[in-house]
């Protein structure tokens, strides 16, 4: 065979194991853009997994609004993976659901965000899931992802929680302080610095004086035992204590009066 034959025929070798080199090289960047794209989706998933346990476990469910269809789409989480529940209905049925003496407010305040007055929807409302349960509170927030060129809104959303526990607790709240407020025996609650944090009206009548002048009040010089002393080793003591003693009034009078005092230790005590 002629030097030049075997010279060709090194030509086809070497152009051959290039390309071969070539489409390897190639499947290798292509295997390599697949293992990323398998590892960012992994990653994305992993991220929408974590999402959605966070907003299951608080309770929290994300809602959309349309405008070209005037349709809320509501989503509801679970614990297993990939799974959740989508729930669409007309915005009317959804208005529908809530309690009569809220829908005013409701409408007002969505109108106010869908034409831009508002920045953020943000309202508080009780609401029936199903006709046959009771009123439960909910808290919605939202806001505006996409307008037209008039500034209204084209896309809404937002979240939407049960708070029926918090305010049924914040009733709750309401209703011992109004109790205390009106209470006719005479009450005050002390820091453990023992200056007066809040006392009631007939507390500040007993003393006499004003609201105003409960954060100076010098208990030192207002309940006195029979040697001329305020117990605070008594009442800081013990968990509840009773005892007479004498009230001197802003005013110098004098009055005997009974005191009972219960200690509240902080819940890390």
């Not at 968990?239 to 230790?265: A, F, K, M, N, Y």
Request: charged share 30%; net charge negative.
């Amino acid at each position: 065979m002629s030097e030049a034959l075997w010279q060709r025929r090194l030509d086809r070798e070497r152009q051959a194991r290039k390309t071969a080199e070539r489409l390897l090289t190639d499947k290798s960047r292509e295997l390599y853009q697949t293992t990323v794209d398998l590892q960012q989706a992994l990653a994305a998933s992993e991220n929408q997994r974590r999402l959605q346990l966070a907003l299951w476990g608080s309770g929290e469910l994300i809602w959309e609004w349309h405008a070209e269809d005037d349709l809320m789409r509501l989503h509801h989480f679970s614990s297993e993976p990939g799974v959740a529940l989508e729930e669409v209905l007309l915005w009317a049925d959804w208005i529908a659901r809530l309690h009569p003496d809220d829908r005013g407010n409701a409408l007002q305040a969505w109108e106010e965000h869908r034409c831009g007055r508002c920045e953020y929807y943000d309202l508080e409302f009780r609401m029936r899931r199903e006709p046959e349960q009771g009123w439960l509170w909910f808290r919605t927030q939202g806001r505006a992802v996409e307008r037209d060129a008039d500034g209204l809104a084209r896309r809404i959303t937002g979240t939407c929680k049960d708070i029926s526990r918090q305010h049924e607790a914040e009733e709750h709240l309401r209703l011992l302080a109004a109790a205390f407020a009106n209470n006719r025996d005479a009450n005050v609650v002390l820091a453990s610095d023992r200056h007066a944090l809040q006392a009631n009206a007939a507390f500040l009548e007993l003393v006499g004086i004003g609201a105003g002048e409960l954060p100076d009040l010098e208990l030192e010089r207002l309940l006195l035992d029979a040697d001329e002393q305020c117990p605070w080793d008594h009442l800081f003591a013990t968990d509840h204590w009773q005892g007479e003693l004498i009230c001197q009034r802003r005013d110098g009078q004098r009055i005997p009066v009974e005191l009972s005092s219960t200690l509240v230790r902080a819940r890390d005590r």
